[in-house]
């Protein structure tokens, strides 16, 4: 498990409003509601109650709703692109935090509608400007997904 006991004793929580003041993603993309244990240049665990109204319930698949995987790394992306931007001297607006790879991506087990998500990222390391992250995603104390990926701050809004 990536999140300690002491971070989560002295991490800060981060509210919505907060979140969509440094992540450019919108609903239906935006893929986590709010965040806590932030412990700055470390670690935050992003937040997110999946409904039954997400849009991509009704095809993926009709009759036995499951999140999309690539939608759980995007999760984890969206978690670590929060803790960059937070902890770096980053310009909303004027900076964008994306992707550049994922490896050793893995899916444990389905989320389903009705599920709360706990998903803690730990920053690894930076190396020439691009962030190194292992990520979790996790249904009560339940490993769902997993992965390490990468990502940048580029010039340019989103």
Do not use: W
Request: net charge neutral; charged share 20%; hydrophobic share 40%.
């Amino acid at each position: 498990m990536i999140a300690t006991e002491e971070h989560a004793a002295s991490g800060q929580s981060i509210n919505l409003d907060e979140v969509c003041h440094y992540l450019p993603h919108r609903f239906p993309f935006l893929m986590i509601d709010r965040a806590e244990e932030f412990v700055e240049g470390q670690s935050i665990t992003g937040i997110k109650a999946v409904s039954s109204n997400e849009p991509f319930f009704p095809g993926h698949f009709p009759g036995n709703p499951v999140m999309p995987g690539v939608l759980l790394i995007e999760a984890m992306g969206q978690s670590g692109a929060l803790l960059s931007s937070k902890t770096l001297d980053f310009k909303p607006g004027e900076q964008t935090i994306m992707f550049l790879g994922v490896e050793k991506g893995k899916f444990r087990r389905p989320v389903v509608p009705g599920d709360y998500l706990r998903i803690p990222v730990k920053l690894l390391k930076i190396r020439r400007n691009i962030h190194f992250y292992e990520g979790e995603v996790r249904v009560n104390g339940a490993l769902c997904a997993q992965c390490i990926f990468s990502a940048m701050a580029v010039p340019g809004k989103a």
